[in-house]
């Protein structure tokens, strides 16, 4: 696994589009471990869609960030 970011790793990225990126349960615990952190913190959009990840799982990433705007249809588009 790799190490979550830290804070100074992009620190003006404010859109982060993960759509289609084969993202799974295991990158977004590693994802909700990084924004707990202070990881991209001026972070305002984060789009999840369309990845093999868990509804749960994705819930927990935008748990880490309330305040990030979270976008998270399943595949097809469905919302989930």
């Not at 190490?3 to 790793?9: D, K, L, Q, S």
């Not at 349960?25 to 869609?49: F, I, K, Q, Y």
Request: aromatic share 4%.
């Amino acid at each position: 696994l790799l190490a979550p970011p830290t804070a100074r790793v992009l620190p003006s990225l404010t859109f982060l589009n993960f759509n289609g990126n084969q993202i799974t349960d295991e990158g977004c615990v590693t994802l909700a471990v990084a924004l707990r952190s202070g990881a991209l913190p001026a972070l305002r959009v984060l789009n999840l869609s369309n990845n093999p990840a868990s509804r749960q799982e994705a819930q927990m990433v935008k748990a880490a960030r309330p305040s990030v705007h979270f976008v998270f249809l399943g595949p097809g588009g469905r919302a989930t």
